[in-house]
């Protein structure tokens, strides 16, 4: 199963408390935290949700 890297790379300071549960759901706590999540549904959804706040790599 392919795996994504998710970094964070803007602040979560005054953003929506569901936005922030988001990253956090996704172990992004500081901006330049990176995480490795497997790809699927679930994780395509989270990362939907905070597109504006991180950047996906497509690892393999």
């Known amino acids: 199963m392919a795996n994504i890297e998710i ?3 803007k602040s979560l300071a005054g953003r929506k408390k ?3 549960a988001t990253a956090k759901s996704l172990g992004l706590k ?3 935290d990176v995480s490795v999540q ?4 679930a994780t395509r ?3 939907q949700a905070i ?9 393999k």
């Open 30 to 32: 500081r901006i330049n």
């Open 18 to 20: 569901n936005h922030i």
């Open 38 to 41: 497997p790809d699927n549904e």
């Open 51 to 59: 597109s504006y706040l991180v950047e996906v790599n497509e690892s």
């Open 45 to 47: 959804g989270k990362i």
């Open 7 to 9: 970094k964070l790379v």
